[in-house]
Nanobody, 125 residues
Framework: QLQASGGGLVQAGGSLRLSCAAS????????VAWFRQAPGKEREGVAC????????TYADSVKGRFAISRDRAKNTMYLQINSLKAEDTAVYYC????????????????????WGQGTLVTVSS
């Protein structure tokens, strides 16, 4: 139900916008998020929009550089990535769930029921 796209090869300092198109009852998602997984590392949450929150939530490692947004009319969410660094190289996944999520749960991949297939972002230095 989720289709991620927009990844690619970019130089350090550059920008990318990732997209995640949803099908079905996407407007009913109570939480949407982006995760990433670098080679040999665990999947980590980078940004989330929760219906129970007044604004997006970001991991400390990406604050000020990443921006998550959601267009309910297009059933699409986005991740704008600026000032890319080599350590941002990873496969990026979008995720969603229909139930509300507590702030303490948003970083846990097991909190989400639906996942996109991932899109690879490679940053060259």
């Amino acid at each position: 139900q989720l289709q991620a796209s927009g990844g690619g090869l970019v130089q350090a300092g550059g920008s990318l916008r990732l997209s995640c198109a949803a099908s079905g009852s996407a407007s009913d998602y109570q939480a949407v998020a982006w995760f990433r997984q670098a080679p040999g590392k665990e999947r980590e949450g980078v940004a989330c929009i929760r219906s129970a929150s007044n604004g997006p939530t970001y991991a400390d490692s990406v604050k000020g550089r990443f921006a998550i947004s959601r267009d309910r009319a297009k059933n699409t969410m986005y991740l704008q990535i600026n000032s890319l660094k080599a350590e941002d190289t990873a496969v990026y996944y979008c995720a969603a769930r229909f139930n509300r999520i507590l702030y303490s749960m948003w970083l846990d991949p097991s909190s989400y029921s639906y996942w996109g297939q991932g899109t690879l972002v490679t940053v060259s230095s």
